[in-house]
Nanobody, 118 residues
């Protein structure tokens, strides 16, 4: 079993910054993908950014150049630095950890709310 705990959400003005953290505990594997997804009211959950255990990253076009995902393997934590926030970034942000090779190894956090408003 794996537990994912997100933190760092909140209310910020347009143009502001936030940093989300996701701490993983429990069963560990050496090859994995960790990512941040978001879901706005009335919309489907979408991938924001992901990072592999090897350090490769992937971003949604809407956040490229503004958001940065990074990981600290020693702390089993992944971060999402969000800069130049826009009202359309408002959503619940969820952390995900999964394996491409182990069926069923797919875990989600409970989410953290990010609100961008003046």
């Amino acid at each position: 079993q794996v537990q994912l705990v997100e933190s760092g959400g909140g209310l910020v003005q347009p143009g502001g910054s936030l940093r989300l953290s996701c701490a993983a505990s429990g069963s560990k594997i050496s090859i994995y993908v960790m990512g941040w997804y978001r879901q706005a009211p009335g919309k489907q959950r979408e991938l924001v950014a992901a990072i592999t255990s090897g350090g490769r990253t992937n971003y949604a076009d809407s956040v490229k150049g503004r958001f940065t995902i990074s990981g600290d393997n020693a702390k089993n934590t992944v971060y999402l630095q969000m800069n130049s926030l826009k009202p359309e970034d408002t959503a619940v942000y969820y952390c995900n950890l999964h394996s491409l090779y182990i069926p069923g190894y797919d875990y989600w956090g409970l989410g953290t709310q990010v609100a961008v408003s003046s």
